[in-house]
Protein backbone atom coordinates (compact mmCIF):
# COMPACT_ATOMS: atom_id res chain seq x y z
CA UNK A 1 0.00 0.00 0.00
CA UNK A 2 1.40 3.61 -0.99
CA UNK A 3 0.09 6.44 1.00
CA UNK A 4 0.93 10.36 0.31
CA UNK A 5 1.57 13.03 2.57
CA UNK A 6 1.83 16.76 2.44
CA UNK A 7 4.44 17.62 4.91
CA UNK A 8 4.93 21.25 6.49
CA UNK A 9 7.39 22.94 8.46
CA UNK A 10 10.77 21.26 6.96
CA UNK A 11 12.65 24.09 6.30
CA UNK A 12 16.11 21.86 6.07
CA UNK A 13 18.06 18.32 5.51
CA UNK A 14 17.81 17.74 9.58
CA UNK A 15 13.74 18.25 9.31
CA UNK A 16 13.22 15.79 6.32
CA UNK A 17 15.24 13.14 7.90
CA UNK A 18 13.16 13.78 11.46
CA UNK A 19 10.24 12.77 9.40
CA UNK A 20 11.35 10.19 8.15
CA UNK A 21 12.50 8.41 11.05
CA UNK A 22 9.21 9.26 12.53
CA UNK A 23 7.54 7.27 9.25
CA UNK A 24 9.88 4.50 9.75
CA UNK A 25 9.25 3.94 13.72
CA UNK A 26 5.59 3.21 12.71
CA UNK A 27 4.76 -0.23 12.65
CA UNK A 28 4.25 -1.38 9.27
CA UNK A 29 6.10 1.56 7.56
CA UNK A 30 8.40 -0.54 4.94
CA UNK A 31 9.37 2.40 3.31
CA UNK A 32 9.50 5.89 3.85
CA UNK A 33 10.73 9.03 1.19
CA UNK A 34 10.81 12.66 2.26
CA UNK A 35 10.88 15.19 -0.10
CA UNK A 36 12.24 18.53 1.53
CA UNK A 37 11.63 20.70 -1.81
CA UNK A 38 7.76 19.25 -2.78
CA UNK A 39 6.95 18.81 1.07
CA UNK A 40 5.57 15.51 0.42
CA UNK A 41 5.98 12.20 1.82
CA UNK A 42 5.60 8.55 0.15
CA UNK A 43 5.78 5.99 2.25
CA UNK A 44 5.43 1.89 1.23
CA UNK A 45 3.56 -0.08 3.85
CA UNK A 46 0.71 -1.56 5.90
CA UNK A 47 0.43 1.34 8.27
CA UNK A 48 -2.59 3.09 8.48
CA UNK A 49 -3.31 7.17 7.52
CA UNK A 50 -3.92 8.33 11.12
CA UNK A 51 -0.87 6.27 12.78
CA UNK A 52 1.42 8.06 10.10
CA UNK A 53 -0.23 11.51 10.26
CA UNK A 54 0.41 11.23 14.31
CA UNK A 55 3.96 10.18 13.47
CA UNK A 56 4.65 13.12 11.66
CA UNK A 57 2.79 15.70 14.06
CA UNK A 58 4.84 14.34 16.87
CA UNK A 59 8.16 14.74 15.13
CA UNK A 60 7.02 18.45 15.23
CA UNK A 61 5.81 19.09 11.73
CA UNK A 62 1.99 19.62 9.85
CA UNK A 63 1.17 16.89 7.93
CA UNK A 64 -2.09 16.10 6.06
CA UNK A 65 -3.07 13.26 3.09
CA UNK A 66 -1.95 14.41 -0.33
CA UNK A 67 -5.00 14.97 -2.57
Do not use: F, W
Not at 8 to 35: F, I, K, N, Y
Not at 50 to 63: D, I, P, Q, S
Amino acid sequence: MRTELNVTGMTCGHCRSSVEQALLAVPGVQRASVDLQAQTAVIEGRAGLEALLAAVREAGYGASPLV
